[in-house]
């Protein structure tokens, strides 16, 4: 199969630049409504999107990512209208979320009603909402009429797609069409909040975090999953998070500690680089001038992820550093932590994620850097 790419650019993708997407948009429409993907942008990352409410349409999407069919799937939609027309039950809970949030980087977990297909809610009587912000994204949803079911653009496994040349990379030939609209200004997926429970819980932390939604909301749960502990030892809520995920080619570890101790285990390990092994950094800017230039200069690959004053904007780059990693062949990707708090709670699941079982550690809470 042929991939058409509309290349929008950031530029042109605010909201009072419709007319520059028109085009894109209807013929994305005419695929949906055909039955066929369309690969778009959202603020998180970009979606890979069906019908929602065809299950043939539905089923291609596991197919072209490799994903297991028991990992549901976001149901995105315009307005709150809708989101009401594919939940069951519309708790108080879910009406505060909504306006507080949508549109915006979270998805919330409700009873689910019949005629969304067992194929997108995994078998599960329940199902995931969202209203996305991204001009793009809004203007598809409003001309398509009906709810669209998109999981990340990736292959299954890898990370999420931030720009749309990484959709391309994975998805090219898979696809009929791919709306690129530049990066994506979150660059960690949505913040998935089950409010099926007792006390709304977080599953997995994004774009809008734990604070603010316990602001909102008053008590809010974070899902033992999510900091990371041994998968085993729970079963998760949310079947996504017992899949490997965010996961490049090469080994990530942890850098972690006081600017001391991150100084001596980069060091450490470029010590031990072995003949033939590249090796990553991937960093905030304070710590990368913190170290000496005969460390620097032995690291293949140097990715800045931008200052600790500025972690909204360090973590979006996330995702994008370990792709870059691949295109270099790295082996050893070392990785800088961030503090647990703010949009830090999300950055370091995806990082604990992607450096596997083997690398886990346990969270170093309150060590500031
Ligand atoms: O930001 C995002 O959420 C992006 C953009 C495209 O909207 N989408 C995304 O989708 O990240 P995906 O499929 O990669 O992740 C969806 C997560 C998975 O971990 C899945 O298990 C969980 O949401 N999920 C979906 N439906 C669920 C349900 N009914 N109950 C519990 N977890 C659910
Ligand atoms: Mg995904």
Redesign the pocket.
């Known amino acids: 199969m042929e991939t058409k790419r509309y290349y929008l650019g950031v530029e042109n993708c605010d909201s009072s630049r419709t007319g520059a997407w028109e085009e894109a948009i209807q013929e994305a429409v005419n695929l949906l409504k055909q039955g066929e993907l369309v690969a778009?942008p959202?603020?998180?990352?970009?979606?890979?999107?069906a019908n929602a409410l065809d299950p043939q349409a539905c089923a291609k999407i596991f197919a072209v990512k490799g994903?297991p069919a028991d990992?549901?799937?976001?149901?995105?939609v315009a307005s709150m209208e809708e989101a009401r027309r594919v939940a069951r039950d519309w708790p108080r809970e879910a009406e505060i979320c909504a306006r507080e949030f949508w549109p915006g980087?979270l998805?919330i977990?409700l009873p689910?009603r019949e005629d969304i297909p067992a194929i997108?809610?995994?078998g599960?009587d329940?199902?995931?909402i969202?209203l996305?912000s991204h001009p793009v994204?809004l203007a598809l949803l409003q001309k398509a009429g009906f709810p669209v079911a998109?999981?990340?653009?990736?292959i299954s496994g890898k990370p999420?797609p931030t720009e749309g040349k990484h959709v391309w990379q994975d998805l090219y030939g898979k696809i009929p069409l791919l709306i690129d609209a530049g990066k994506c200004p979150?660059g960690?997926?949505?913040?998935?909040l089950?409010l099926?429970g007792v006390t709304p819980t977080i599953?997995?932390p994004?774009?809008v975090t734990l604070e603010q939604l316990t602001e909102a909301l008053g008590r809010v749960e974070v899902d033992r999953g999510v900091r990371g502990e041994k998968e085993s030892s729970f079963k998760?809520?949310?079947?996504?998070?017992k899949?490997r995920?965010y996961a490049p080619q090469g080994e990530v570890m942890l850098i972690r500690g006081s600017a001391q101790e991150k100084r001596e285990q980069v060091e450490q390990h470029l010590r031990n680089k072995t003949e033939g092994q590249k090796i990553a950094l991937i960093c905030l800017e304070e710590t990368a001038a913190d170290l000496e230039e005969e460390t620097l200069d032995k690291v293949d690959l140097l990715f800045i992820l931008g200052s600790v004053r500025q972690s909204r904007q360090a973590a979006s780059r996330l995702f994008e550093g370990l792709r870059l990693c691949d295109e270099h062949k790295i082996n050893l990707i070392l990785a800088e932590e961030m503090p647990e708090k703010g949009i830090g709670l999300a950055f370091m699941n995806r990082l604990q994620k992607a450096a596997g079982q083997k690398n886990f550690l346990p969270p170093s809470q309150d060590k500031v850097f």
């Open positions: 778009f959202t603020e998180t990352v970009y979606g890979l999107g994903r990992n549901p799937l976001i149901v995105h980087p998805t977990i689910k997108v809610s995994g599960l329940t199902v995931a969202r996305p994204a998109a999981p990340s653009a990736n999420s979150v960690l997926e949505s913040t998935v089950d099926t599953l997995r994004g774009g998760p809520r949310s079947p996504g998070m899949y995920h």
